[in-house]
């Protein structure tokens, strides 16, 4: 097993030299610095073996360096896990809210040739909602904890493999919730909710950890001229290679929630253990592959995590200046050293960090200022709770799994990628139209608003369309119990949200990125992960009323809300367009020069978020880009 040298522990301020790639980075702490040894960050100004001249990064060509077999092999461990996860995900809705079809195969599956949604436990709508949210919300907030974990005690790699056999767990008790008996006599329900639960858990554990320790496989980590084959000389682009492999991994992502249709049209036809068997099959490979990699993956050994002290600084902020103060200037000086020192407060508040620590914090939360709009786009690019699925039980299928249409919300991201990069963005630069990080995200927050519309409208029909009325989605047995709508319009709505993400996460990250320091990359995602689970946080906390008669308000809510706070950010963020723009056209002769569009300096170091601390080996390659989907 390849393990890089870490260093680790507080306060010591000299380690061994680590050699990264070709060249020797010498860790180091800052000047009274109570923090763990950073690695230098004049390391790009010396000089290696291929090292770029200022001429030759300006006109030569930058590809991508070579991607060992075993970034691949990692990325098939997120396919596994995602295919099984995604697999199980839709299928708890109808499991909990619809009760065993009469007539049907005792399984869950329906009568064959009915309009009628497969079942189990008959709980109705609000407690399915709120299986559904808590199940997401927790494989969301907990990945906080574990990224902790990993990078203060355990290792990633560790991590992955103790929530592989978690999960692991959750398949075979979900297999067993299928069971024909079990489902006959009612007592599949502790079972089940067993089973979910862990399978959260175990989802968490995994989450935070395994596109980091992808990246760690990357030891391309300077430029570097080199000359291919054909004779034609160019630059090895470090962040090149990390945004290839990552694109190998979201795809791998995608494709494995893909997976869901299967377990769909099983949970349809032939029965729920089927439907949880298909998970249980597609995460066998994942041990085997998991002890393949164990001697042959690069590793960093666990060397401390800066979350701790983030929390640290934000305690004593709110006890020195309370809830009174946030936002105002000042704040956060109130944390720094030399502040509480000129307060004699030294000896009541032990501080692990230095001022500039403090200043890097301050950044962070307002880089990612722009992550507190996110919540409103999740809940219309899926719908408030579980609404989307209850309104899908009202429609007519026509043979069609109910779970199988929230698919094209993936479906439109891989298929609208493309357009925008091949076709949109590069269109746009030609005729020389500035379309900045900002408007890209209100364009994807009107999108999503304009998909919570689509939602609101369709349910609103299907009310004044169905049997029930306004209980549609009770488990209306009048006649054929659904409205006479096809299921397909319900693909509208969701391909719109799913096209909304690519126009909101990835300038948002590049924001994030480009402006909070590099010491700070973990807490940039465990906000953004926080704020997610807050989208699910507000499904849950619905639940009561994310139910009939009240489905028609459950989408139009969300949608108005949307539709207020896009204007909202466009005003409030627009500056940073300009501000953007001028540092991407900067005369390429001053220090501050940056190159917004792609990835180069914006996963770097740039003039916007330098700083004099360093983050800790393990923390080199924190999650980067993460989308809701992983």
Same mark, same amino acid.
């Given at each position: 097993m390849a393990e890089k040298p870490s260093s680790s522990g507080h306060g010591s301020v000299a380690s061994p030299t680590e050699a990264v790639g070709d060249v020797e980075k010498q860790p180091h702490a800052p000047a009274g610095n109570g923090h763990a040894p950073y690695l230098n960050p004049s390391v790009m100004e010396e000089d290696y073996e291929g090292k770029p001249t200022e001429e030759e990064l300006a006109v030569l060509r930058r590809v991508p360096g070579t991607i060992p077999i075993i970034a691949y092999l990692i990325c098939v461990i997120e396919f596994c896990e995602r295919a099984s996860y995604y697999g199980v995900q839709p299928l708890i809705s109808n499991y909990v809210n619809r009760p065993l079809p009469p007539g049907g195969n005792g399984y869950g599956a329906p009568p064959v040739g009915t309009q009628e949604t497969g079942g189990a436990l008959g709980m109705g709508t609000v407690v399915a909602n709120a299986v559904t949210q808590s199940f997401s919300m927790l494989a969301y907030a907990l990945p906080l904890v574990f990224g902790w974990l990993a990078d203060a005690k355990t290792g990633r790699f560790k991590l992955i493999c103790w929530g592989v056999a978690v999960f692991g767990t959750a398949h075979v008790l979900l297999v067993g919730a299928g069971a024909k008996d079990l489902l006959a006599s009612g007592h599949a329900k502790g079972l089940f909710f067993l089973a979910v639960y862990i399978l959260s858990v175990g989802a968490a554990m995994f989450k935070p950890n395994v596109s980091p320790l992808l990246l760690d496989q990357v030891t391309?980590?300077?430029?570097?001229?080199?000359?291919?084959?054909?004779?034609?000389?160019?630059?090895?682009?470090?962040?090149?290679?990390?945004?290839?492999?990552?694109?190998?991994?979201?795809?791998?992502?995608?494709?494995?929630?893909?997976?869901?249709?299967?377990?769909?049209?099983?949970?349809?036809?032939? *029965?729920?253990?089927?439907? &949880?068997? %298909?998970?249980? #099959?597609?995460?066998?490979?994942?041990?085997?592959?998991?002890? !393949? @990699? $164990?001697?042959?993956?690069?590793?960093?050994?666990?060397?401390?995590?800066?979350?701790?002290?983030?929390?640290?600084?934000?305690?004593?902020?709110?006890?020195?200046?309370?809830?009174?103060?946030?936002?105002?200037?000042?704040?956060?000086?109130?944390?720094?050293?030399?502040?509480?020192?000129?307060?004699?407060?030294?000896?009541?508040?032990?501080?692990?960090?230095?001022?500039?620590?403090?200043?890097?914090?301050?950044?962070?939360?307002?880089?990612? *200022?722009?992550?507190?709009? &996110?919540? %409103?786009?999740? #809940?219309?690019?899926?719908?408030?709770?579980?609404?989307?699925? !209850? @309104? $899908?039980?009202?429609?007519?299928?026509?043979?069609?799994?109910?779970?199988?249409?929230?698919?094209?919300?993936?479906?439109?991201?891989?298929?609208?990628?493309?357009?925008?990069?091949?076709?949109?963005?590069?269109?746009?630069?030609?005729?020389?139209?500035?379309?900045?990080?900002?408007?890209?995200?209100?364009?994807?927050?009107?999108?999503?608003?304009?998909?919570?519309?689509?939602?609101?409208?369709?349910?609103?029909?299907?009310?004044?369309?169905?049997?029930?009325?306004?209980?549609?989605?009770?488990?209306?047995?009048?006649?054929?119990?659904?409205?006479?709508?096809?299921?397909?319009?319900?693909?509208?709505?969701?391909?719109?949200?799913?096209?909304?993400?690519?126009?909101?996460?990835?300038?948002?990250?590049?924001?994030?990125?480009?402006?909070?320091?590099?010491?700070?990359?973990?807490?940039?995602?465990?906000?953004?992960?926080?704020?997610?689970?807050?989208?699910?946080?507000?499904?849950?906390?619905?639940?009561?009323?994310?139910?009939?008669?009240?489905?028609?308000?459950?989408?139009?809510?969300?949608?108005?809300?949307?539709?207020?706070?896009?204007?909202?950010?466009?005003?409030?963020?627009?500056?940073?367009?300009?501000?953007?723009?001028?540092?991407?056209?900067a005369n390429p002769d001053e220090d501050y020069h940056l190159e917004m569009e792609g990835t180069r300096n914006v996963v770097g170091e740039n003039a916007l978020n330098k700083s004099s601390n360093r983050p800790a080996p393990i923390a080199d390659n924190e999650e980067m880009m993460i989308s809701q989907k992983q």
């Open positions: 391309t980590t300077v430029p570097k001229v080199i000359t291919l084959p054909s004779g034609e000389r160019v630059i090895e682009d470090p962040e090149a290679t990390a945004e290839r492999v990552m694109l190998w991994f979201y795809l791998m992502i995608n494709i494995g929630g893909f997976m869901g249709v299967a377990t769909a049209y099983s949970e349809k036809y032939v *029965g729920w253990w089927l439907a &949880f068997l %298909i998970p249980l #099959l597609l995460y066998l490979p994942l041990p085997f592959l998991l002890w !393949f @990699l $164990s001697k042959r993956v690069i590793l960093h050994p666990p060397g401390g995590s800066d979350l701790p002290n983030v929390f640290r600084v934000l305690g004593i902020c709110f006890r020195r200046g309370g809830i009174k103060r946030i936002g105002r200037h000042g704040f956060w000086d109130l944390a720094k050293p030399s502040d509480i020192a000129a307060a004699g407060l030294s000896d009541k508040y032990k501080t692990r960090w230095n001022d500039q620590f403090v200043e890097d914090v301050r950044r962070t939360f307002q880089a990612t *200022g722009i992550f507190c709009f &996110f919540p %409103i786009q999740y #809940l219309n690019d899926n719908g408030i709770g579980a609404a989307a699925s !209850f @309104l $899908s039980t009202m429609l007519e299928t026509n043979g069609v799994p109910n779970d199988v249409i929230s698919n094209f919300n993936s479906l439109s991201i891989i298929a609208f990628a493309p357009v925008l990069n091949y076709g949109l963005y590069p269109l746009l630069r030609k005729l020389n139209i500035h379309y900045g990080p900002v408007a890209r995200i209100t364009t994807g927050l009107a999108l999503s608003t304009i998909g919570g519309v689509g939602y609101t409208v369709l349910n609103y029909y299907a009310y004044q369309q169905s049997p029930c009325g306004e209980y549609g989605s009770s488990n209306c047995q009048i006649g054929t119990g659904v409205a006479p709508i096809t299921i397909w319009w319900m693909a509208i709505p969701f391909a719109i949200g799913g096209i909304s993400e690519l126009f909101v996460n990835v300038p948002a990250y590049g924001i994030a990125y480009s402006r909070a320091p590099v010491n700070m990359r973990g807490l940039v995602s465990a906000l953004n992960l926080f704020n997610t689970a807050v989208a699910y946080a507000i499904g849950l906390a619905c639940s009561s009323v994310i139910t009939d008669p009240y489905l028609t308000w459950d989408f139009g809510g969300p949608a108005i809300t949307g539709g207020v706070l896009t204007i909202v950010f466009y005003f409030t963020f627009r500056h940073i367009d300009k501000e953007e723009y001028v540092l991407g056209h």
